[in-house]
């Protein structure tokens, strides 16, 4: 039975049976697969019945149809025919058909005799050879594993399995026909470009089943297995030597032998110090520092012991000293809590108490002694506390560091006496409602409350207790601490018409467009636009709250929002502009307005019949007309915003010929072949080449057409095929 495996001891591997036994297959090819092999055979063989060789099939014994007036002469994959007299064979060789000898000379009777090939003839004379034909005879030259016989006319088999009994060695030879075969002995195989059996090597292979704990040794035709040091078995498998156990490790007496797999190991005991197999004493107070925290480190024979410091007492085994609690004696921490740290104590004292100079116990703080404690109020000290009596107008605030005036009332920014006997006061200018007094007076209010009083003037005594921080800063009603006013948010009234922004000790107000800030009245008051000369151009303006319009001319279009008159008519344009004279030239083919004239790029410099100077680029006339002070760039009618100038699109005269290509502030022109760039006329020109020399062949005319030329010939000429004029 044919397979894909062979055994050692007990493990088997997967072979490649086409690459063992290069005689497999014999007339086929030999394709390997898991566990065995598959013979792929050509036409006219078959697979043996052992599936190991492609034998020829012979297709005479097939039919007895085949060759008729001749005889089937069977060949390795095919047939021919060797046909009778009077027959013979057609170009395939596999059919005889009759000779019409009256067509041959002389009746097919030759004059002489000829040789007879009989090679050709019978392809099968030299089986196992190549035939060679003689005049009269032939030869066989045979191939290897075959004999030619006496005569050298037939070629025998060699039976090398008899020639040479030890051919395979350690297997047993099979001869076949032209070769021999050898079957391997369990262990043994057909290496490639050998003829014998050889040794496998199972160790070199990995076809063994020794333990992964052995050592695996190739012997003829099989492997032996030995266990490792520190293991024991019979080498297939193998378990673990216990050194320690058997008495057979080497460690010190003051170590601990420790087994591990395949192996042992020594450690010194603790005290010890060494590899394990030589151990000494360890000064451990030497080789750690960290001992005896607290204490005192003693090294003993095999250990050490702890001397602890004072707080601190040694624990039972004596290697630590643990901390002594002190809280849990009497008479400590009074008006306070205890709390244990290594090696002594800490008090925290209650709210009001402080530590006494032996820091043991806990004394009154007399908190009337600080001079933040109940600003504007007296204070009274009391056993862990203190008590503020607040003055009239005034309430201790939340946290009982202050007395604070807590009422509210309007602020005003004008106050004048009404000069009556009452001396009451008269308040105006209303900015803020439901305010403190410190954020109407430490702020811009004059007056404050219902009725009206006047704020305290600056430096005075009243104005510091009341703004201790002085402009833009009061007192928190809650923390008594010096805290910014937020003047946008307390006084509504400032910066009327714009946007108050409250600033550290400040505010700013930002007046929107068309308002400017009166110092004073600190409110954003309307800008009449108009008083601005040229505003609208050659309109006329007309000013509104926060803004203004613009009445335009005829021929002009509000522009800008309505803030400006665009000119819309349109005219001529000119390259340039002479201020000597006053005059223009290079005017250009094209109409257009004067800010399509005027602000694109490298455009005009003059604008109009009778003309008109375009104003400079970067001056305050150029920028009224364009919006910028740029070339390239106008205002928007839309949006109002500056863009870029699409040269391209709004003059559709310019770059005539060619293609106009705008960039951001610009534009440029390219020109097809046959055309120039007029930088003078914004256009491309068309090129007479008729101009530049000779371009035509002998009696012919030049004649200049828009972007090239052409040739034609003169009277009494024409044009040849070549292109000639003849």
């Not at 600190?522 to 803004?547: L, S």
Request: glycine letters at 10%; aromatic letters at 8%.
């Amino acid at each position: 039975m044919w397979t894909g495996y062979q055994s050692g001891a007990v493990a088997a591997d997967y072979i490649d049976e086409c690459e063992r036994n290069p005689l497999l297959c014999r007339g086929g090819e030999c394709v390997n697969n898991e566990g065995s092999f598959q013979c792929v055979c050509p036409d006219g063989h078959e697979i043996a019945p052992d599936g190991s060789a492609c034998l020829d099939i012979n297709e005479c014994e097939l039919s007895d149809r085949l060759c008729r007036n001749g005889q089937c002469v069977n060949m390795i994959g095919r047939y021919q025919c060797t046909c009778d007299t009077g027959y013979k064979s057609t170009e395939s060789r596999v059919e005889c058909v009759d000779i019409d000898e009256c067509t041959i000379e002389f009746g097919g009777c030759e004059t002489s005799c000829t040789d007879i090939d009989e090679c050709e003839e019978n392809p099968d004379t030299c089986d196992g050879g190549q035939c060679t034909n003689t005049p009269g005879t032939y030869q066989c030259l045979c191939f290897d594993g075959f004999m030619s016989s006496e005569d050298m006319k037939t070629c025998l088999d060699v039976d090398e399995c008899e020639l040479n009994p030890n051919i395979c060695l350690s297997g047993n030879c099979e001869n076949t026909k032209g070769s021999f075969i050898c079957h391997c002995e369990l262990g043994y195989s057909v290496r490639k470009g050998s003829t014998g059996c050889t040794d496998i090597n199972e160790c070199e292979i990995g076809a063994h089943n020794c333990d992964r704990h052995a050592t695996c040794t190739n012997t003829a035709g099989s492997f032996k297995c030995s266990c490792a040091p520190g293991w024991i078995g019979n080498g297939l498998k193998c378990t673990d030597l216990d050194e320690c156990s058997n008495g057979t490790h080497m460690c010190n007496n003051n170590a601990d032998c420790l087994n591990t797999m395949g192996s042992y190991r020594c450690a010194c005991k603790e005290g010890f110090s060494g590899d394990g197999f030589y151990c000494s004493d360890s000064d451990e107070c030497a080789d750690n520092g960290n001992l005896c925290e607290s204490g005192h480190c003693l090294n003993l024979p095999g250990g050490f012991r702890c001397e602890c410091d004072m707080g601190f007492f040694p624990t039972t085994d004596g290697k630590a000293c643990e901390d002594i609690d002190e809280c849990t004696f009497s008479d400590i921490c009074v008006n306070g809590r205890c709390l244990n740290v290594p090696g002594l104590f800490r008090c925290e004292c209650s709210f009001g108490y402080e530590l006494d100079r032996s820091g043991g116990n806990c004394t009154d703080i007399n908190e009337c002694a600080d001079p933040t404690i109940c600003i504007n109020g007296m204070c009274i000290n009391i056993p862990g506390s203190y008590h503020c009596n607040c003055p009239a107008d005034f309430e201790l605030n939340p946290t009982r560091v202050g007395c604070v005036d807590t009422r509210s009332g309007s602020c005003f920014l004008d106050v004048r006496s009404r000069g009556d006997a009452s001396e009451s006061l008269d308040c105006s200018n209303e900015i803020g409602v439901g305010v403190s007094k410190a954020s109407c007076c430490c702020s811009l209010g004059q007056g404050w409350g219902n009725p009206c009083e006047s704020c305290p003037y600056v430096n005075s005594t009243e104005y510091k207790t009341l703004c201790p921080g002085g402009e833009g800063f009061r007192p928190n009603p809650i923390t008594v601490i010096l805290e910014d006013i937020n003047e946008c948010q307390e006084l509504p009234g400032l910066c009327q018409g714009g946007q108050c922004i409250n600033t550290f000790g400040s505010f700013q107000c930002e007046c929107s467009r068309g308002y400017d800030l009166n110092p004073e009245t600190r409110v954003c008051e309307d800008v009449n636009e108009c008083e601005r000369p040229g505003i609208c151009g050659p309109g006329q303006c007309y000013n509104t709250i926060g803004n203004y319009t613009c009445i335009c001319p005829v021929d002009y279009m509000q522009v800008n929002g309505g803030n400006n008159c665009m000119d819309m008519r349109k005219s001529y344009c000119y390259r340039n502009f002479y201020s000597d004279n006053r005059t223009c030239d290079g005017e250009l083919t094209f109409n257009m307005t004067k800010k399509m004239c005027c602000c694109s790029y490298n455009i005009g410099r003059a604008w109009n019949k009778p003309c008109e100077q375009c104003p400079v680029p970067s001056t305050d006339k150029f920028e009224i007309l364009c919006g910028s002070a740029r070339p390239g760039y106008y205002i928007d009618i839309i949006t109002g915003r500056v863009i870029d100038i699409d040269e391209c699109r709004e003059i559709p005269g310019v770059c005539e010929n060619g293609v106009c290509i705008n960039m951001i502030g610009s534009f440029r022109c390219e020109c097809p072949i046959g055309f120039i760039y007029n930088d003078k006329l914004l256009i491309c020109e068309d090129i007479d080449e008729c101009q530049n020399g000779p371009v035509c062949q002998q009696n012919a005319a030049c004649l200049n057409v828009p972007g090239s030329f052409r040739c034609d010939c003169k009277p009494g000429y024409r044009f040849t095929p070549t292109g000639q004029c003849l």
